[in-house]
């Protein structure tokens, strides 16, 4: 048998006023997903632990098995590798913001006025950036989407063990990027993303589009936010684990880049934007097309916790009614005898708070082999009352392979 | 307070096509296993771990309140611990089958036509086996119950890190034994196992009643298929972590081996066989007769298990109904208010595979001690919704222990 895993980013939520106390989930229409519930098993699930909060990252590397508090290594390897660059293990990778700086290198606007078109030319220009002094030293930076970047540095006496130089709010200088343990490799690695800072901002603040941009009265991109210093986890792929073969379909280059980092393929679906108007249909589809060729398929859509984050609890509903949508595609198209279908979130996303949140998320299980227990719909509170209990998110997959027939027998 | 824990092999299940996605456990007409539900708490159980296929062998350790991963060291010392043999720290063991070879080593039969009355003899024949260029080393070998027998090499320089000589399929050749690591003594170890292997072969090919088998159209049982090789795991002993005395009442060898080797005693119940013809009653019996001498008394019940491998809904429904004997017959003969009565299985089986699964265990409590929930039956759907939550194979012992008034308190 096969599963297939839709991850919708942080679907689960905490009462909303608005909602008279309700969920998103609890009040939104998705007969497709209470179909799931009904006919399957439910639990709740701590992504990493009671109480803790994940990042999506935390959250995703825990879902596919692996103890994040061992394994996690910083968010920069997987934006990396999810924007399509080659990551070696020593190669030191961050997040990049295209920002909007002053000469004193004050952050004017921590997106250059939320930049879509313009970025991709401006982080061409600095792609393969050069720096004096540290001749032994390769950058290399490529845009992603939106105002965002991934940055990687190759060469001999890096660590990730250094601090942001991005100050996570506007009106702050860019931070100078501090060493965090007393190691010479920290020192120099600060004093390279330093430069690197100060050399970017020299290259950007006069390229001509950042020219035509003022002109236009539009924010000037002449800066990135650096941050998430991370290098590639050290870990035996899912496919090695478990005798899998598996496939991500994602359109965040965090998400994209945690699969990869564990052995999965990745593939583009058109269409598929990771924000509200992506195309869910096409992914579901671009899922069962695939399905011959993988045990293993996780779908991730990004939305939900959009609008958890903008604290827009109509476009959070809608959102989840679209994901349900999907998840009638792939009821419709899949033969329940032969394929497991999954459905959790990586966190929960407070629509009040506009945050994540450590609260548990729902998880409901459909196939064959599934024990039914009596859940008759997919919220927060219903699959408490689950047949599976409250488990862990290193749980999930082994789960999922076991009634998918793929477990390995520990012992005889 | 003294606690008796019925061990049903296996008895939990996967929907079944035949019984319309109920279990055997749902279907089958158990009223003292669903006294013990109804009048106590309840919950699942993961043997090791959520998702997590067990071996008998690692879900009893577990049971036992052992981490499988920190001590399980291979199944054979277990097969001769519960044959009666005597197993030293460095010995290695193995569990055998008597089986029917060509001239080229070609398994024929991995049973030997499932032997029964000739298979005592037959290994009595080898049991002291001499081999030239190994004076050091000195083998044990011992019948247990069908086709089956426990193998002990003693001397210097052996390991466990060998692999199997069994290839687990008919049609096969015997596998020559291969070293699992790099040290000289796999090597050794490897050379003793395939030379032992070919000696045995040599005795029991012209033993005079694998020729009076011939003769009478039976396959001869002239080889014995090594595997498993393992030895004692390095345990503080149950008896001594809590300071109680603990019985086994189990008819298979490997049952009986793990709980030797945790400190329990073992005692030979007339009728118990460990397969579908057992008498469980007699079992009982034994454990109410020595519930005055013990603390904790483990009875274990094979046949459930052997339904599922066997595929055989109906057996395995029929075995829970003469389990269910069993338990009527100790909640009939034991006081409530100072027994705790506690049921369970190693893991699930799946009579739609035949296969082990990682699927949770349901488990119920009864004792004056125990918080009584709402659940009604004993069932693996039911049991979920039982106060006791999804716990794991390790907590289950100082659960009990401590219903019984035996936790040791820590801090003050």
């Not at 100050?167 to 200088?173: D, E, I, L, T, V």
Request: glycine share 8%; hydrophobic share 40%; aromatic share 4%.
């Amino acid at each position: 048998m096969k599963v297939i895993l839709i991850i919708s980013d942080g679907i689960a939520d905490q009462p909303i006023k608005e909602l008279g106390g309700k969920t998103p989930l609890q009040m939104a229409n998705k007969p497709a997903m209470d179909e799931i519930a009904r006919t399957g098993v439910n639990g709740i699930m701590d992504p990493i632990a009671p109480g803790i909060t994940p990042g999506s990252d935390t959250a995703h590397l825990a879902i596919l098995g692996y103890d994040p508090y061992k394994k996690y290594e910083g968010r920069g390897a997987f934006e990396a590798l999810g924007a399509g660059l080659e990551v070696k293990t020593k190669d030191i990778c961050f997040r990049g913001n295209i920002a909007t700086v002053d000469n004193k290198f004050t952050v004017l606007d921590r997106r250059a006025g939320r930049i879509r078109d313009d970025a991709e030319e401006l982080v061409e220009a600095v792609s393969r950036i050069k720096l004096n002094f540290f001749p032994d030293i390769q950058v290399v930076i490529k845009h992603t989407i939106e105002h965002r970047c991934a940055i990687v540095l190759k060469g001999p006496h890096l660590t990730r063990m250094i601090s942001d130089t991005d100050p996570h709010k506007s009106n702050h200088q860019i931070n100078e990027s501090q060493p965090l343990n007393d190691s010479s490799e920290a020192l120099r690695t600060t004093h390279i993303v330093n430069l690197l800072t100060r050399e970017i901002h020299r290259i950007l603040d006069t390229h001509p589009i950042n020219m035509k941009r003022r002109a236009k009265g539009l924010l000037p991109a002449n800066a990135i936010l650096m941050r998430g210093a991370g290098v590639v986890p050290k870990v035996r792929p899912i496919t090695d684990i478990y005798g899998i073969k598996a496939l991500a379909i994602a359109a965040g280059a965090l998400y994209k880049g945690v699969c990869k980092s564990v052995g999965m393929d990745l593939i583009n679906v058109q269409g598929a934007t990771g924000d509200y108007e992506t195309n869910t249909i096409a992914k579901a589809k671009a899922a069962v097309e695939n399905l011959p060729r993988y045990d293993f398929i996780l779908i991730h859509i990004k939305a939900t916790d959009n609008a958890s984050h903008d604290m827009d609890v109509k476009k959070k509903i809608k959102m989840i009614e679209k994901v349900d949508k999907l998840v009638k595609y792939i009821l419709q198209n899949t033969d329940p005898d032969k394929v497991i279908i999954a459905m959790t979130a990586d966190h929960t996303t407070s629509t009040e708070s506009g945050e994540h949140t450590g609260d548990s998320v729902p998880v409901s299980i459909r196939g064959k082999t599934v024990r039914v227990d009596s859940v008759q719909r997919y919220s927060e509170i219903d699959c408490a009352q689950g047949g599976l209990g409250r488990i862990r998110g290193v749980n999930l997959l082994p789960i999922l392979l076991d009634y998918a027939g793929k477990s390995k027998k520990f012992g005889e």
